[in-house]
């Protein structure tokens, strides 16, 4: 497996980068309280709830909603602090969908113990109400601070943000949005208000950041990682929202299933580092950020690794 690995120094911004085990050692000289965190992560999985057929395909034998479990429950019991998350676009892709329409990944995803997501375009595959009835069949929230659901059937049932404390450190976690219109029908999202993802990602950080303290602060998006060709350059991404942001520790990425070996390691508006990762699609992959927090001093770092369900590749 690929790594990087970095320490990052936030009360002056500086940035180690290299390669190897992570430098633990160094820290533990000075006998420092150190608190890990693992955080674990999936994308588009599209309702892939069987491995791919072993059929000399690319992707044969990888994936499957019982050896993601598998992997997820094995690292839980190796971790103390594990927090698991989606970015979007839960259903669509397989005829578990048409017949069950997103009960069956609702109810698996309750069962792997997902801590939240947020929404994908294709989660409104079923119309908006298709969506909302499927909220029963999940224990964990759907994180969304650029939809305005006031006139829908999902009024109150979703969430802006949430905050999780483990062992003292609290991490702020909220999601955002890829524009609807063009790439669903606007029977289905009905009247969905969209809003602009840079500026309400930004103001939700600062205040996820500077008036709830949080230590660490998470975006799960469903803008896609990067446009480049001709005039989509301007377009929200991952990257765009990495590089004017200020406050956002690590983006979780989804919609263009980016295949990412490591983390993208960006500068944000105050030069200081925001990670971007991406782990493809149909669940064959986890994504797993280690992170490392110095309680007493304002040092952390982090430690990547995005794993191959099913085998190794």
Not at 45 to 71: E, Y
Not at 269 to 288: E, F, S, T, Y
Request: glycine fraction near 10%.
């Amino acid at each position: 497996m690929n790594r990087r690995h970095f320490i990052q120094n936030i009360s002056t911004g500086a940035l180690l980068i290299g390669t190897g085990n992570f430098p633990i050692e160094a820290l533990a000289a000075t006998k420092p309280e150190i608190v890990k965190l693992t955080i674990l992560h999936t994308n588009d999985v599209h309702s892939r709830v069987d491995p791919f057929p072993m059929d000399g395909t690319a992707n044969q034998g990888l994936g499957g909603a019982a050896r993601r479990a598998t992997l997820i429950d094995r690292i839980r019991k190796q971790e103390k602090n594990v927090l698991l998350f989606d970015a979007g676009d839960i259903f669509q892709g397989t005829p578990y969908f048409n017949f069950y329409g997103g009960e069956l990944e609702m109810k698996l995803m309750s069962a792997m113990g997902y801590d939240a997501a947020t929404i994908g375009n294709h989660d409104f595959d079923g119309g908006i109400e298709g969506l909302e009835k499927q909220l029963v069949n999940a224990n964990f929230p759907l994180l969304i601070a650029n939809y305005d659901f006031s006139n829908t059937v999902m009024k109150g049932k979703t969430l802006p943000y949430k905050i999780f404390k483990k062992q003292g450190i609290k991490i702020g976690v909220f999601g955002i949005g890829i524009k609807l219109e063009s790439l669903v029908p606007k029977a289905m999202y009905k009247e969905t208000v969209y809003q602009d993802p840079l500026s309400k990602a930004n103001e939700t950080a600062a205040f996820l950041k500077n008036e709830a303290k949080c230590d660490y602060v998470v975006c799960l998006s469903h803008l896609g990682y990067k446009y480049e060709r001709a005039g989509e350059k301007d377009r929200p991404s991952d990257i765009r929202l990495a590089e004017n942001s200020r406050h956002i520790d690590l983006i979780i990425g989804g919609h263009t299933h980016t295949f990412l070996k490591q983390p993208d390691i960006l500068k944000n508006l105050d030069g200081k580092p925001c990670l971007v990762n991406q782990v493809g699609w149909a669940g064959i992959m986890v994504g797993r950020i280690d992170v490392f927090f110095e309680r007493t001093k304002a040092n952390r770092c982090e430690s990547c690794q995005n794993l191959w369900v099913g085998k190794e590749k």
